[in-house]
């Protein structure tokens, strides 16, 4: 299972609060579960492209690194690339698939991959 897959599985969203100085006094978190909150989008895609008139559909596979390089809390980060492309910062891999018609898009499949979470191979 990919992270954010199973119910007990949340993302958490930061909202800085900043002090006049322009350090950060605190965090907010939100809790939300990422797997009601991707099938939301996958259900919604699939509507929108429905409605498409276009009978042919593009669709898109997405491999990319989403980088953490500030965290050492969140739940089995693991190394990935960074940007410069000369060393390691902590992450996850992530797999997306995109519907794409004329004017229409939509995000139809979403994982959230470590090889540091049991039964992830990334």
């Not at 991707?38 to 559909?57: D, F, G, M, S, W």
């Not at 940007?83 to 959230?112: E, F, S």
Request: charge should be negative.
């Amino acid at each position: 299972m990919g992270l954010g897959t199973s119910s007990q599985d949340t993302l958490a969203f930061a909202s800085p609060f900043l002090l006049s100085s322009g350090q950060r006094q605190s965090t907010v978190r939100s809790q939300i579960d990422a797997e009601h909150l991707t099938k939301q989008l996958r259900e919604a895609a699939v509507e929108n492209l429905e409605q498409a008139p276009e009978e042919e559909l593009w669709l898109v596979a997405d491999c990319s690194d989403l980088r953490k390089p500030y965290a050492s809390e969140m739940p089995y980060l693991m190394q990935v690339p960074d940007l410069d492309g000369n060393g390691l910062v902590p992450g996850y891999r992530t797999l997306n698939v995109l519907g794409i018609t004329t004017g229409l898009r939509g995000i139809l499949y979403h994982r959230l991959l470590s090889s540091q979470s049991p039964g992830d191979v990334a």
